[in-house]
């Protein structure tokens, strides 16, 4: 695949098939990347995820949307959870999270599913949580995929999302820029041995809404107590969200 064929940025109409073979290309090595380019932080912002979770109450079924590999996942165990499901559009990112399921003998309590964001195959209210990191700003429909998530939270229940933002203060804005524009996608390229994977990523998080726009269009879906908490000067943010008490489903199986 050639770098003229990656996703494009924003909510444009096959940008989903785009996505999907970005990551099937990249799977073997998208582990070691966000180790190496993160320089291991992402472990921290996935526990930051799951620890506001902890401080909401007890989470018996979890679903992880755009779960890639199952890092959180796996970092969801934190909380004793009875089932955790993960999906994601890519068949092979999923081949790789479900061997390091195994390995770890996780593989009773975490399921790794082939599904789509936006057309989630789960009843209205299955779970008690939904999360996401760095996977809604690949959504095709922001809204729709967001939608969805409320859709199978039961009253009461609670969304995580992880995602890239932009720093504003100086000198962070500055030296962030310059590593995302020139560091990033050279060292992905290198390591990955794709061309395009790694420019792509910062011109999606550079397009992609952050803090109080973002904090408004979850509220628009329909989300109450939307909170926003950015991380690391702002290079991520983690937004907080609870399904309404009233006027849900009652819980269903999946």
């Not at 494009?8 to 970005?22: C, N, T």
């Amino acid at each position: 695949m050639t770098p003229t064929n990656y996703p494009p940025v924003g909510e444009v109409e096959g940008k989903k098939k785009h996505v999907e073979r970005m990551f099937d290309t990249i799977a073997p090595r998208y582990d070691l990347l966000n180790r190496l380019l993160s320089l291991g932080i992402d472990r921290w912002w996935r526990r930051e995820m799951i620890r506001e979770l902890n401080v909401r109450g007890r989470v018996d079924r979890l679903l992880d949307v755009a779960t890639g590999t199952g890092d959180v996942a796996i970092a969801a165990l934190r909380l004793t959870p009875e089932k955790v499901v993960g999906i994601d559009l890519s068949e092979e990112m999923l081949t790789v999270g479900r061997k390091k399921i195994a390995e770890l003998g996780f593989a009773s309590t975490i399921d790794l599913l082939r599904g789509d964001a936006e057309d989630l195959a789960f009843d209205d209210g299955a779970f008690d949580a939904v999360t996401a990191a760095f996977g809604v700003r690949n959504f095709e429909n922001l809204g729709q995929g967001l939608s969805e998530m409320l859709r199978v939270l039961r009253p009461g229940g609670t969304m995580v999302v992880l995602e890239f933002s932009s720093p504003q203060r100086f000198p962070m804005k500055q030296l962030y820029g310059f590593y995302s524009r020139h560091v990033l996608p050279r060292v992905g390229s290198a390591v990955s041995k794709d061309q395009g994977a790694y420019s792509y990523l910062p011109d999606s998080a550079a397009a992609f809404p952050f803090g109080e726009r973002m904090v408004e269009i979850i509220r628009d879906v329909g989300f109450e107590d939307v909170a926003c908490r950015p991380l690391t000067f702002g290079i991520v943010s983690i937004y907080t969200a609870s399904a309404p008490q009233t006027g849900r489903g009652s819980s269903g199986t999946w």
